[in-house]
Structure formats: structure tokens, C-alpha cells
């Protein structure tokens, strides 16, 4: 789908704040109510906006955060992702290339539980190896 300048600003809108009225939105962009609606709609039913979401603050996330960077056989990825998706604490599960397979983003609210999980990883049949980075603090998010 090609996206035209009023697209763009109106997806800018939206990121600024997802939960903006239309008539709010066709204020700022110059153009009539039904006009933004219209393009949502197009926008929606293409997936260009795949959805609207909830974002929580930084102090109702999980104090520790984690990396874990995981080697795995060769054909054991279904069973891995499987096993990592039934732990609570796994909160992202990225393939790469390079040195490991997988990036795996955790989340814990105490050490014990973040121990836990890096323990339940490496004991899961077809993973050879994972190294563990602990997250100390963010000093960069562009994700909103």
C-alpha cells in the first residue's frame, strides 16, 4: 500500500497518542472528520496499523530485565520456541544470524526467578549454549 504525506502525519498522530479522537486528529491534520476515519479504516484494513495496544510504564515492568543469546541444534527450533513460549519470564524470542540463533529478551521480578529461567533455557532439549546479559539500565528507547 503506498502512503501519502496525510498517511504519515496521521500514523505520527497516532504514535504520539493512539487513543486520539478523530475529530481531534482531523483538527490537527486540516482535513474533515469523516476524511480521517476514512483513512483509518484504509489504514486498518490494510495493516498498516496492525492494532492498538496498551503500553505500561516503567514502574509496572519487571524490575530485571535480560538477554539470553542462545545456540540450538540444527531442526530443533520448533521444540526450543515451544519451550520458551511456556515460560512466563520470556518475553521476546528474536532469530539472528551470526554466533547464536536466537536473541531472547526475559523479564523477572526478583534475581531467583530471572536464575530460574536462564536455568529452565539451558536445560531445554536442543539448545547447546546461551550466554546471559543482564540489563543494567536504558539509556536510549525510540520505542515510545
Known amino acids: 500500500m503506498q502512503l501519502d504525506d496525510t498517511d504519515r502525519d496521521l500514523l505520527a498522530l497516532l504514535s504520539d497518542n493512539a487513543r486520539a479522537p478523530v475529530a481531534t486528529l482531523a483538527r490537527r491534520l486540516g482535513l474533515a472528520r469523516t ?26 515492568r519487571a ?27 520470556v518475553r521476546t524470542v528474536h532469530t539472528t544470524s551470526g554466533r547464536f540463533d536466537l536473541i531472547v529478551g526475559l523479564e523477572a521480578d526478583t534475581t531467583k526467578a530471572l536464575d530460574d529461567t536462564l536455568d529452565r533455557i ?18 536510549l528507547d525510540r520505542r515510545g
Open 63 to 89: 524490575p530485571l530485565r535480560a538477554t539470553a543469546l542462545v545456540s540450538i541444534e540444527p531442526r530443533s527450533a520448533p521444540a526450543v520456541l515451544s519451550r520458551l513460549k511456556s515460560l512466563p519470564d
Open 35 to 60: 476524511t480521517v476515519q476514512a483513512r483509518l479504516e484504509r489504514l486498518e484494513n490494510s495493516g498498516v496499523i496492525a492494532g492498538y495496544t496498551l503500553r505500561l510504564s516503567e514502574a509496572m
Open 122 to 139: 539451558g536445560e531445554t532439549r536442543g539448545v547447546k549454549s546461551s550466554e546471559s546479559l543482564i540489563h543494567l539500565s536504558t539509556k
